[in-house]
């Protein structure tokens, strides 16, 4: 049986507890000066739980906040991409069905692309794809004809496995696998009905991310981007764990290196502009449909079509 412990101040006094918060970190000192006091240890005994260990805490309360505003529809997507569980994601329960972030995004992405264009039947192209999860979840839902993944040799090797274990036979049988090295003997004889690019053009090299907008624009008919707005140097976000020549190489990579704050709704909203314009594979093309990206504040997706070459 647990001992109980009786408070040390009298009937209305603290616990052993709060007691040992109060001599700790809610001092007679905090409420003189009040200078960041929000943001620091007395908050967060009083409010906040500390970012700093509790990440994975608040990773998994944002994923249930947006997994419990999912649309039947896309309730219906996720439960329709099966083995999501591969690799033990941070995954919630929300309406009796497992809920990771990876996957609410790529269900709101087929949800944008879905509503645009036709993707039964179509050829897709990826350029960068991670591990697969908006693959996994496209051929999930749609009869998609062939997905070609373009992307580096570690990231192939770690994509081709894992799709290979979340999929059919049939669905996996439909993609291609193009090395970086392989893109222009592989790719450039085939014509796409759409090519995707995800949270992969903003850390690529200027020339590089050219180079392929001239290759979506020789071989594809739509183009789905959906990445960063700009760059940010908020060192209280990370602390820059990862060190300076990190945050150098951040910052000098992608189309979009302006540097704003990446949590102020109008800030990004301006830069979408650049964004709309930076993407646009060639002047034929057009932006047909555009809105900020699920589920990072600064993060924008658009999906542009080409009109038909002139004879």
Request: charged share 25%; aromatic share 10%; with cysteine.
């Amino acid at each position: 049986m647990t001992e109980q412990v009786r408070p040390p101040a009298g009937r209305y006094g603290p616990s052993a507890q709060w007691q040992h918060i109060t001599e700790a970190h809610i001092t007679e000192e905090a409420a003189v000066d009040l200078t960041g006091f929000k943001s620091n240890a007395v908050n967060f005994k009083l409010a906040l739980w500390n970012p700093q260990p509790n990440g994975v805490r608040y990773l998994k309360a944002l994923t249930f906040a947006l997994g419990m505003r999912l649309t039947p529809e896309n309730r219906e997507r996720l439960r329709r991409t099966r083995h999501r569980e591969v690799g033990r994601p941070y995954a919630v329960r929300c309406n009796g069905e497992p809920v990771c972030l990876d996957y609410l995004q790529a269900v709101h992405e087929v949800e944008f692309l879905a509503a645009q264009l036709p993707l039964d039947g179509a050829q897709v192209m990826e350029i960068g794809a991670g591990y697969g999860r908006t693959c996994h979840t496209l051929l999930s839902n749609h009869e998609v004809a062939g997905y070609t993944i373009v992307d580096l040799p570690n990231t192939l090797a770690l994509s081709r496995r894992y799709l290979e274990t979340v999929l059919t036979p049939e669905q996996f049988a439909k993609i291609r696998f193009v090395g970086v090295t392989e893109v222009d003997e592989r790719v450039r004889g085939t014509r796409f009905d759409l090519c995707l690019n995800i949270d992969s053009f903003a850390e690529m090299d200027p020339g590089t991310v050219h180079d392929y907008l001239e290759l979506i624009d020789a071989t594809c008919d739509h183009f789905y981007v959906n990445n960063p707005v700009g760059k940010y140097l908020d060192e209280t976000l990370d602390g820059h764990s990862q060190g300076a020549e990190v945050v150098r190489l951040a910052l000098n990579s992608g189309l979009l290196r302006d540097v704003i704050d990446i949590h102020d709704s109008e800030a990004v909203r301006e830069q979408a502009t650049a964004f709309v314009s930076a993407y646009r594979p060639a002047e034929r093309w057009r932006c047909v449909a555009q809105d900020r990206a699920v589920s990072w504040s600064y993060y924008w997706q658009a999906l542009y079509r080409a009109d038909p070459e002139p004879r």
